[in-house]
């Protein structure tokens, strides 16, 4: 079932990311492991590295991110990945010393096509 929820009084504004990213491919055996090192190198730039907005944010006012990636299963033949995704945003709490997680979603079908050294290509 799919569910279509617009709501077009709701103004989303973004923010840059600090991010965090994590490949663990220990449950892939008998394959060349520089593609889940170019992969993670790859995240990280397109997701720190990106202009998200028009604004400019200190690096202490960027949102932190982190994105834990486990692949399951890599078919080299078709550059094909299947695995987990836990994604987390953390946000300061005010007037404090410490932070908070704000958002959580762990995404247990987390699957994708990534040639090694292709880029990333961001799509609205």
């Excluded at 569910?3 to 077009?8: A, D, K, S, W, Y």
């Excluded at 005010?94 to 995404?107: A, G, K």
Aim: hydrophobic share 35%; with cysteine.
């Amino acid at each position: 079932m799919l569910m279509v929820i617009i709501c077009p009084t709701i103004k989303l504004n973004a923010q840059e990311l600090n991010c965090k990213v994590k490949i663990s491919h220990t449950q892939v055996q008998g394959t060349n492991t520089s593609v889940f090192e170019t992969l993670e190198n790859a995240i990280n730039e397109f997701m720190n590295n990106r202009a998200w907005t028009n604004t400019n944010y200190s690096q202490n006012e960027k949102i932190e991110c982190n994105m834990n990636i486990t692949v399951k299963q890599y078919s080299e033949a078709e550059n094909r990945f299947v695995g987990d995704l836990l994604f987390q945003l953390i946000r300061p709490v005010y007037n404090s010393t410490y932070s908070t997680t704000v958002f959580s979603m762990r995404d247990e079908s987390f699957n994708f096509n990534y040639k090694e050294y292709d880029p990333l290509e961001f799509n609205e």
